[in-house]
T-cell receptor, first 116, second 111 residues
């Protein structure tokens, strides 16, 4: 595929369960971003990867949130012991470079997470 | 700390009207600014990216301007169409990897 893909598109989980969200960036894009969009809110930056490294994890809301990226490609965002306030749309974006020229970000369609 | 504001929060216009969406940012030391549209239940689609050295960018009926000194960007949509109905977001990059987003303007173009 030519664009950023995310899976699943929708996830309903019970409070306390763990969930994994997946992002496949555009091939060749070295930078990858995770954002969260809660109902009626703007996009909240969560974490950024340059290659497989995450220079800044300060946007992660709590230690229940973690993310990794392997092979400079696929990334997974894991939320442990989900809470109702975790319900949101989780968006992934990638860009060719993470700190220099155009940095145009390309977004995936998002994963809508609902914690019941 | 960079803060991004978009006004108005919502806008409803008749088809064919020209319109302007506003984006303000508090720290003028930006690297670039990007405008996106978001359709309900969908991800973000990039519309225009303006580098800090540029004053404007154009794509079809869209024109985005940037005035760093006043901390403002505008998105001009000419001859609006019902298909333009969406939420429009601006995002500011201050030279790092981090983009700060505004909360968006919900546009509805009436047929």
């Amino acid at each position: 595929g030519a664009g950023v893909s995310q899976s699943p598109s929708n996830k309903v989980t019970e409070k306390g369960k763990d969930v994994e969200l997946r992002c496949d960036p555009i091939s060749g894009h070295t930078a990858l971003y995770w954002y969260r969009q809660s109902l009626g809110q703007g996009l909240e930056f969560l974490i950024y990867f340059q290659g497989n490294s995450a220079p800044d994890k300060s946007g992660l809301p709590s230690d229940r949130f973690s993310a990794e990226r392997t092979g400079g490609s696929v990334s997974t965002l894991t939320i442990q012991r989900t809470q109702q306030e975790d319900s949101a749309v989780y968006l992934c974006a990638s860009s060719l470079l993470g700190g220099g020229t155009s940095y145009e970000q390309y977004f995936g369609p998002g994963t809508r997470l609902t914690v019941t | 700390k960079q803060e991004v504001t978009q006004i108005p929060a919502a806008l409803s216009v008749p088809e064919g009207e020209n319109l302007v969406l506003n984006c303000s940012f508090t720290d003028s030391a930006i690297y670039n600014l990007q405008w996106f549209r978001q359709d309900p239940g969908k991800g973000l689609t990039s519309l225009l990216l303006i580098q800090s050295s540029q004053r404007e960018q154009t794509s079809g009926r869209l024109n985005a301007s940037l005035d760093k000194s006043s901390g403002r960007s505008t998105l001009y949509i000419a001859a609006s169409q019902p298909g333009d109905s969406a939420t429009y977001l601006c995002a500011v990059n201050s030279g790092t990897y981090k983009y700060i987003f505004g909360t968006g303007t919900r546009l509805k173009v009436l047929a």
